[in-house]
């Protein structure tokens, strides 16, 4: 809720057209909320500042098979076909005079890594001039946690099995 709050005061302030759209009742993951928060916002955030008044920014979560696709697609600038192959690297940063806001080039990089720590992915598609598309990928399940060494389970007093990430699962 703080996000979305967030953002459509922002989106009112600068007439933008910002809509959610899922029809997934019940996708549940395995994710550490705090760092996927910081995801979504980073992308959001970016998709806010280079997104012109009356423009539009969607937020899509998509159900697969064995995974899930949350995308920021916006109707913004635009990246070079040249930046997209360096984008998540640490300090890029996408040069414009127009920006008032300025970049210190790490949110990508950041998020592309607390991505990765997830087992999941990150791709971006753009145009100039007609706007960009971010797809963070998590997979459904456990098991790749598991298998890839990405969560600790550790043992209670009671015995029961627990992890960190477990507490904190919630459905989106």
Known sequence: PNIMDYCLRIANKKNINFQFE????????????????KVIFNLLSN???????????LIKIESKDDSACISIID????ISIDKLETIFQRFETIINRDLLEPSSGIGLSVTRQLVELHGGSIEVTS???????????????????IK????????????????????????I
């Not at 109707?75 to 635009?78: C, I, Q, R, T, Y």
């Not at 600790?152 to 007093?157: A, G, R, S, V």
């Open 127 to 145: 145009e100039l001039g007609v706007g960009s598309s971010f797809c963070v990928t998590l997979r459904k399940g456990k098991e790749h946690l």
């Open 22 to 37: 899922s029809y997934n009742q019940d996708l549940f993951l395995w994710i550490d909320i705090d760092k996927i928060e």
């Open 47 to 57: 998709a806010f500042k280079y997104t012109s008044n009356g423009k539009s920014i």
């Open 148 to 171: 890839n060494n990405l969560v600790e389970f550790i043992l209670t007093d009671s015995k029961k099995e627990t992890t960190i990430i477990e507490e904190e699962s919630r459905a």
């Open 75 to 78: 109707e913004g600038k635009g």
